[in-house]
């Protein structure tokens, strides 16, 4: 079983949510971003959403349902 993966990224002084080369929208807030990002990641579980700062960095992960790749430790 795997996963879909969702990132919020900055796209310019914008903000989108993407899955690989697929788009879900670009915001005007990061916030907005999010919102739909939790919104696509909830209705396609398992899934895990990855907010990033506007320098690309990830900044922290979601993940919804039952993780397929759990971190060890």
């Excluded at 969702?6 to 807030?29: I, L």
């Excluded at 506007?54 to 993940?63: N, V």
């Amino acid at each position: 079983m795997s996963r879909s993966e969702y990132h919020v990224v900055p796209d310019g002084s914008r903000w989108k949510v993407e899955q690989g080369s697929s788009g879900f929208g670009t915001f005007a807030t990061k916030q907005e971003a999010v919102d739909k990002g939790r919104e696509t990641a909830r209705a396609n579980q398992p899934s895990q959403l990855v907010l990033h700062t506007t320098d690309g960095k990830i900044e922290t992960e979601y993940t919804y349902q039952d993780d397929p790749y759990p971190p060890k430790g």
